[in-house]
């Protein structure tokens, strides 16, 4: 009896335990599964092929929660077309969101829609799976003729790029070109000085005393300025028209020059003329070294001999032979040829250092591989800047975009795989040994298997052997696409030698692997280590890659 009221009491106690455990933990329990509802519903259950489903998730929540609606692709065997907003409507403290998915399918089959994850603060809900049905469209053979399949045909590559690129060289190279013959090559319309300077001696000279004659120095009592100007004025003219050294001689060795000429018969002065010569030339030394002063008067007499004196030189010079005129002709024309050389060796020496400039900017800023590839070209770097292609290959489909379009490779299959294969889609781009390849292989078998990854991919690395490719190096890693389908990626690199040098490179390799119950899907990349350019090619394709998980 007392151990019966033992055991009575403690079955009590424990259901009391029990119960506060409940009364504790079950209001939290409820909050969580009660407090947020999610539902989900679909308009119909079959369509035919390209029609859409509208697929619609209920939420149900507090309204101070935060929702998240799937993604992407995450309806797949069925595409998502569009994601349409969000409608919120509240109710005091809860708050009902909607969206609506547009699906569809481009096969015909049964397909089932899988559970979708909706996380309400972090925790996850599921929507049920609906199993749809897809309908080939009818067509009547009878009305409609019926076609082969079209072969692939080769499509010319667009130049556009390249084109557009010619285009704004020319357009540099003739702004260059305009701005060297603007400023070089042209002939620029001459100044006063320039214009002053291609008068003969004579006219120039007078011209210069004229000028000095309406000069202020002798209202400003700058005798010496004005003394320096007159005797400079005269003593060029007689450099040049007279051929006699006057502006490095002396007063002294000046006169005496002008003799001899007179006295040779070279020039017809009188005595008078050169005594007058040599008294202006020694009033103008007193002016300038010896602080003379003399009258305004003086001075203007002496500017109006000093005319008459170039008009009596001038008068006395014989006249120029034909042989004179033609060797002064061919004097200027050879001078205008070389001030033309001139303008041209300045216009080549300014384009030659913009070239050089440009160059040694674009070599710091871009580096010496980017400016010798960009003017040079190189296969990779036209391939990354082309035109890339996104389409869908083999079946079941790989999805993804490449720099150009992947051709359609037919395999023989040993005959202990054709036992196992149903059909075996490969589609290629390069060469595994070139600087660049890519391929995909879809492959069904005539049982509901799983894939041996590890075989598949082992097979992959004896092909490389097979190649000449030594020393591989193999890591493996999990594998997501864009829609959330997770694969193995297996990846390394390993040492092959060139043909065409016999010179050992190391390549790099990426094998992504996918599949389920009969079927696999395989994506297999390499590239030339080192290669920057088509580490970005590699990167685009893994971030565009997609697969579909149902056969």
Known sequence: MKLEK??????????????????????????????????????????????????????????????????????SPLETVEALLTDTLKEKNKVKLQRVYALTQFDSGSYTIPPQRI?????????????????????????????????????????????MMILWIVLALLIIGGLVYWFFLRKKPLTEEEKEALLPPYDRAMLELKRLEKSRYLIQDEYKKYYSELTGIVRSYLEEDVQVTALESTTDEL??????????????LGEGTIKQFQKILQTADLVKF???????????????????????????????TEEELLLNEEYLEELAKKKQRKRIYWAAAI?????????????????????????????????????????????????????????????????????????????????????????????????QTDPNFEAAVAGTLSTFESLGVRNIITKQEEFTTKSG???????????????????????????????????????????????????????RILRTLDVKTQA
């Open 6 to 75: 033992y055991m009575s009491k403690l079955k009590k106690s424990s259901a009391k335990k029990c119960l506060i455990i409940c009364l504790v933990f079950f209001p939290v329990l409820g909050l969580s599964q009660n407090d947020s509802k999610v539902s989900s519903e679909i308009d119909t259950t079959s369509i035919k092929i390209g029609e859409q489903i509208q697929y619609k998730i209920t939420v149900e929540t507090d309204s101070i929660n935060i929702v998240h609606f799937p993604e992407g692709q995450t309806f």
């Open 119 to 163: 996380a309400i603060n972090e925790q996850a809900f599921f929507t049920d799976s609906f199993q749809i049905k897809v309908a080939d469209v009818a067509v009547d053979t009878t009305k409609q003729k019926m076609y082969d399949i079209k072969p692939l045909i080769q499509v010319e590559r667009s130049y556009a790029k390249i084109w």
């Open 255 to 268: 006169i005496t020059k002008l003799e001899l000429l007179k006295d040779s018969g070279e020039l017809q």
């Open 290 to 320: 010896a602080r003379s002063k003399p009258s305004t008067s003086v001075a203007e007499q002496d500017r109006k001999l000093v005319e008459e004196i170039v008009v009596k030189t001038h008068d006395a010079l014989p006249e120029p």
């Open 351 to 447: 384009f030659i250092g913009l070239i050089f400039v440009g160059t040694a900017f674009s070599l710091v800023f871009f580096g010496v591989k980017q400016v010798k590839d960009t003017v040079f070209g190189y296969p990779t770097k036209e391939l990354l800047q082309g035109e890339w292609v996104f389409s869908s290959y083999g079946y079941p489909p790989i999805e993804l975009e490449t720099p150009e379009v992947l051709i359609r490779k037919e395999t023989d299959l040993p005959a202990e795989a054709q036992e196992l294969v149903k059909e075996l889609q490969t589609f290629t781009y390069g060469s595994y040994m070139g600087l660049f390849a890519v391929g995909t292989s879809s492959v069904t078998y005539k049982e």
């Open 485 to 539: 389908v997770r694969g193995l990626k297996t990846y390394g690199s390993g040492n092959y030698k060139n043909p065409l040098n016999n010179k050992s490179k190391k390549a790099k390799y990426n094998i992504l692997s996918f599949g389920g119950k009969g079927f696999m899907q395989q994506v297999i990349i390499t590239w030339e280590d080192g290669d920057e350019y088509a580490e970005q090619i590699v990167d």
